[in-house]
């Protein structure tokens, strides 16, 4: 569950809607990242995630939107990497095996207005 401090936090504005509580977000998701496992040597989970980040700022201005979500599995490795890039793991309760879903909600200086 979302608590109100942080609704207000992705949705920019409010956590309520007409005296309704907000529990969901537009996002452009991400899903997961991967890479094959011939060509580590060439191309590192950063370089990928730096390339991935790019494109969805380059959109995001037709797409509009604060928030990127992705999926991980719980390996402490790939959420370090996301989180150094600004990631949060979303507080929940997830089943064994369950990916964790990790959100980002872009900084004002890193949304690309229309001109």
Excluded at 17 to 42: C, H, R, S, W
Excluded at 59 to 84: S, T
């Amino acid at each position: 569950m979302i608590s109100g401090r942080k609704a207000k936090f992705y949705d920019g504005f409010s956590s309520k809607i007409n005296g309704v509580k907000i529990t969901e977000f537009p996002a452009i998701l991400i899903g997961q990242l991967g890479k094959n496992e011939m060509y580590a040597d060439l191309i590192s989970g950063t370089e990928i995630l730096e390339y991935c980040l790019a494109k969805i700022l380059e959109g995001q201005a037709r797409l509009g939107g604060r928030i990127i979500m992705l999926e991980c599995k719980d390996v402490p490795y790939l959420i370090n990497l996301y989180e150094k890039f600004g990631f949060d793991v979303l507080d929940k309760d997830y089943e064994e095996g369950e990916l964790l879903q990790m959100l980002k909600v872009l900084e004002e200086d890193e949304i690309i207005e229309i001109e």
